[in-house]
C-alpha cells in the first residue's frame, strides 16, 4: 500500500504537490481511476481516486474520510541528544516514527557531541518514516534545545532521565502503566552529566533504567519507544 502525505488536505477533492505528484504517476506509475490512501499527519486517513494524472500537479477526489486512524492511547515524547555521526540519529527518528513516538526533542547537552541539527532534513525522514509505517499522525518534530531549558519547561505527566551512572534506578518498564503521558530524556555518546541528572531530578524526572546493557544513544531512544508501546499493546 502506498500512502501519500497531504497535510493542507480540504474539500472534496486534492492536488498532490510537486514531488508527491512525480512519485505516484512517474515512479509508481498510477494512472486516472487508480486508487490511492492520503494522510495529512493530523490522524486522518482519506481514500481518493485519479482524476488527472499530471506528473506535476496530480488532482484527486476524496472518496472517504477516516478521523483519528489507529489513534495511540499514550502520549511519548522522546528529548535525545543527536550522535555525532548524524546517519544513526535519523535511524533512531525513523524507527522511533514506525514504532510510535508523538513528539520528538533534539537535546543540546554538556557532552554534546552534534550541536547542529538540519531540522528539516530530520522532517523529512519523519514523513518517509509515517508513510512507510501506515502512520496518519505525524509525531512533532521541535528545534534543538538546551538540556536545562528542556527540563525547566511544563512537560505534562511522567518524566524520567534514562543514564548509565551508578545507583538504584527502576526500569522504565516497571514505572510506566498503560494510558499515560510519558517524557523520557535521553543523552549523548557520553551520556548526561552527573550535574545534568541532578538539575533533571530537582525538576521533578526519575531516574530510570533501560536494562543492563550500555545503549548507544538511538538505541536507547528506541527501546524507549518499545517500552512504552509494549506496556500500551
Not at 481514500?47 to 488532482?59: F, G, L, T, V, Y
Not at 519523519?126 to 496518519?136: G, H, N
Request: aromatic fraction near 8%; glycine fraction near 6%; charged fraction near 30%.
Amino acid at each position: 500500500m502506498n500512502i501519500f502525505y497531504t497535510p493542507d488536505i480540504v474539500g472534496s477533492s486534492y492536488t498532490l504537490d510537486e514531488t508527491e505528484s512525480k512519485h505516484c504517476i512517474r515512479v509508481l506509475r498510477f494512472s486516472k481511476g487508480d486508487s490511492l490512501i492520503m494522510v495529512d499527519g493530523k490522524g486522518n486517513k482519506y481514500e481518493a481516486r485519479i482524476s488527472d494524472p499530471n506528473p506535476k500537479k496530480c488532482s484527486v477526489d476524496i472518496l472517504s474520510k477516516t478521523s483519528d486512524f489507529e489513534k495511540r492511547n499514550y502520549y511519548l515524547h522522546v528529548a535525545i541528544a543527536p550522535t555525532k555521526n548524524i546517519d544513526r540519529f535519523e535511524w533512531f527518528v525513523e524507527k522511533a516514527t514506525e514504532i510510535g513516538v508523538d513528539e520528538i526533542t533534539p537535546l543540546l547537552c554538556e557532552h554534546s557531541e552534534r550541536k547542529q541539527v538540519n531540522i528539516e532534513r530530520i522532517d523529512k525522514v519523519i514523513v518517509s518514516a509515517m508513510k512507510q509505517s501506515l502512520k496518519a499522525y505525524k509525531p512533532v518534530l521541535n528545534n534543538l534545545t538546551n538540556f536545562g531549558a528542556f527540563c525547566r519547561m511544563d512537560n505534562q505527566g511522567l518524566k524520567f532521565v534514562a543514564h548509565c551512572e551508578e545507583g538504584e534506578k527502576n526500569h522504565l518498564f516497571d514505572l510506566v502503566k498503560p494510558n499515560e503521558r510519558v517524557t523520557i530524556l535521553i543523552g549523548p555518546e557520553g551520556d548526561f552529566s552527573v550535574a545534568e541528572i541532578e538539575a533533571a531530578v530537582k525538576l521533578g524526572f526519575k531516574e530510570v533504567s533501560l536494562g543492563n546493557s550500555r545503549l548507544r544513544t538511538e538505541t536507547a531512544g528506541v527501546v524507549a519507544c518499545n517500552v512504552i508501546g509494549i506496556i500500551n499493546r
